[in-house]
């Protein structure tokens, strides 16, 4: 199991290089489910491959000018109080059992990876779509306040959960301030770089790390995501979406059955 989770580590680069998110929703079910990590140790380790690899990615669209760093900023600042407050007071402070009443039990672990695969399922509806409404750029104080709100709101989710929010970026950036679909992509990168890193760092206490075997799955995220920047050069990225957002269903599918009807089994 650990060499596929290795393996899938190209993987999740790979995805993040060719659409500018997504990196989170594979590497957080492989720490859990591959290499037997307990969930929040995952999202951490989810923050600091991401994080990572995300500002290696970003680098290269910066060389390119792709990167619109005064809408990072505008989504980035409140990101990361978001990311702050989730890991700082409400990771911390959840109780071992959610849920513990008329015979149902919900533990902290089971309702970090059910709300997990509830944004696995939100971000795989997203994908499918084929259809996308356009949107030009429209600069007034509105789309801002939207733009700055959605930014809190996946700040929240990044530190709680160690999601990046690509998939809630991208189409806020896209529909919210007209940007092409390229720019938009290397900015929610770079956005994603910031929350994510901060995460680990505001968390790096709260669990135990393996310096080697974070360096190791990051060295190969950041090769996947090499590779998926000079493939997104060839291929219109939202051609590959609805695919993986079918695969993105399916797991998000698999972690709610697991974790309800058959939490004793292991893979």
């Known amino acids: 199991m650990e060499v596929i989770g290795y393996i899938s580590a190209l993987f999740v680069g790979l995805i993040m290089g060719l659409l500018g998110g997504g990196g989170s929703i594979l590497s957080v079910p492989i720490f859990v489910y591959l290499f037997g990590f307990d969930p929040v140790t995952a999202t951490t380790l989810s923050l600091f491959v991401v994080g990572i690899t995300s500002f290696v990615g970003s680098a290269g669209f910066l060389k390119q000018k792709l990167i619109d760093f005064r809408t990072a900023w505008i989504f980035g600042i409140p990101s990361i109080l978001g990311v702050l407050f989730s890991r700082r007071l409400i990771l911390p402070h959840l109780p071992e059992y959610i849920i513990n009443k008329w015979g149902m039990v919900v533990t902290k672990d089971m309702f970090l990876l059910l709300l997990f695969s509830f944004l696995m399922l939100v ?100 090769l996947g995501i090499f590779v998926g920047i000079a493939v997104s050069k060839k291929i219109d990225s939202r051609k590959l979406k609805p695919a993986f957002g079918w695969f993105v269903l399916f797991m998000g599918i698999f972690i709610i059955v697991k974790e309800i009807f058959f939490k004793q089994i292991t893979i």
């Open 123 to 222: 971000a795989s509806v997203k994908m499918i779509r084929k259809t996308e409404r356009p949107f030009g750029r429209k600069e007034n104080g509105n789309n801002y306040t939207i733009l700055v709100s959605q930014g809190l709101l996946v700040g929240i989710i990044t530190g709680l959960i160690g999601a990046g929010g690509g998939f809630l970026i991208v189409p806020a950036l896209v529909m919210l301030l007209g940007l092409p679909m390229k720019r938009a992509v290397a900015t929610s990168l770079f956005i994603i770089g910031m929350n994510s890193v901060l995460g680990f760092l505001s968390s790096m206490k709260m669990v135990e790390k393996d310096w080697t075997f974070m360096l190791v799955f990051t060295a190969l995220s950041v």
